[in-house]
C-alpha cells in the first residue's frame, strides 16, 4: 500500500517541509517506516526521529528496518488522536493523516499542536474535498440500483472531507501561525472494477469506511454492483480514481 498511497503524500512533504538542523522529530503515522527513516537519513545524526503508529504490525517492519542501519530513530505504537507525550517536547512534528478518518483529523492536529515546542514547524498531510469524486458517483448508482435506501450516507462521505480552508482554520485553532498549504491531484488507476476492489488500498482501508452504514449482505450486493458499473462505463480504460492530496504547514506561536 506504501508504493500506491504513501509515497504520494511523502513525496508532498519533502518538497515543502526542511527539518530543523537539530532536535527532536516526532513523525505521527509513520507506518512501516519507510519514509520517516528516509527524513532521518537526510537529516543525519542531530535529529533524533521518533515515529509513532497505530498499526503493531507496521512497527515491527519499521523496527527491523533500524536494525540495519545506525540512524536516530525509533518507532512506538499509540493513538495518533491521543498521544503519551508531554507538552511541548518536539522541534518538529509531522502527521500523515492519509489513512485517519476525517472526524479523527481535528484531535490528531490539536495533539500535534500540544507536543511540538514553541516556533517549532507542524506539518499534517492527507486527502482534502473533491477526492474520490470518481468512486462516489458510482457508489450513489450502485446503492439506487441495489435498493438499500443509503444514498444520503454518500453525501455525508463527500462533505465529510474537509477543505483545506478549514484544514488552515483548525490549524490556527490549534495553535499554529504562519500557515502555508499546497495541494496536488493524485490518479490511481485500475484496469477492472475487480481489481479496484480487490487492491489492498481500497479493499483494506477505503472501503470499510465507506460501506460502513451496510450490513454484510448489502456490502456484498452494493460490491457486485460498483464492479459491474465500472466495468460497464469504462469501456475498455482504466477506472481511475483521483485524490487531493494536501499538505498544511504552520509554526507553533505559543507554548501549550
Not at 527539518?19 to 528516509?38: I, W
Not at 507542524?122 to 474520490?132: H, I, Y
Request: hydrophobic residues 40%.
Amino acid at each position: 500500500m506504501a508504493t500506491d498511497w504513501g509515497e504520494r503524500f511523502a513525496e508532498l512533504l519533502d518538497g515543502h517541509l526542511e527539518l530543523p538542523e537539530k532536535g527532536r522529530v516526532l513523525y505521527l503515522g509513520s507506518g512501516t517506516g519507510s519514509h520517516a527513516l528516509a527524513l532521518q537519513a537526510r537529516a543525519g545524526e542531530k535529529i533524533a526521529l521518533v515515529g509513532i503508529d497505530e498499526n503493531e504490525e507496521s512497527l515491527e517492519l519499521a523496527r527491523a528496518k533500524t536494525s540495519t542501519v545506525k540512524d536516530r530513530a525509533e518507532f512506538h505504537q499509540g493513538k495518533l488522536d491521543d498521544l503519551d507525550l508531554l507538552d511541548n517536547e518536539f522541534d518538529c512534528v509531522i502527521g500523515d493523516g492519509s489513512l485517519v478518518s476525517p472526524q479523527r483529523i481535528p484531535r490528531m492536529l490539536g495533539e500535534m499542536v500540544r507536543v511540538a515546542a514553541p516556533n517549532a514547524k507542524v506539518a499534517l498531510s492527507l486527502p482534502t474535498a473533491s477526492s474520490f469524486g470518481e468512486f462516489f458517483s458510482i457508489y450513489w448508482e450502485a446503492l439506487r440500483n441495489c435498493g438499500p435506501d443509503h444514498e444520503q450516507d454518500v453525501e455525508g462521505l463527500i462533505t465529510e472531507l474537509p477543505t483545506i480552508s478549514e484544514v488552515e482554520q483548525a490549524a490556527q485553532q490549534a495553535g499554529l501561525d504562519k500557515i502555508d498549504s499546497w495541494c496536488q491531484i493524485e490518479e490511481f488507476d485500475y484496469e477492472s472494477g475487480e481489481e479496484f476492489l480487490n487492491s489492498p488500498l481500497i479493499a483494506d482501508f477505503l472501503m470499510h469506511g465507506w460501506l460502513a452504514s451496510l450490513n454484510e449482505e448489502d456490502r456484498k450486493k452494493v460490491s457486485d454492483e460498483i464492479a459491474r458499473i465500472i466495468n460497464e462505463e469504462r469501456h475498455e480504460a482504466e477506472f481511475a480514481l483521483t485524490v487531493k492530496a494536501t499538505l498544511v504547514v504552520g509554526r507553533k506561536a505559543h507554548a501549550h
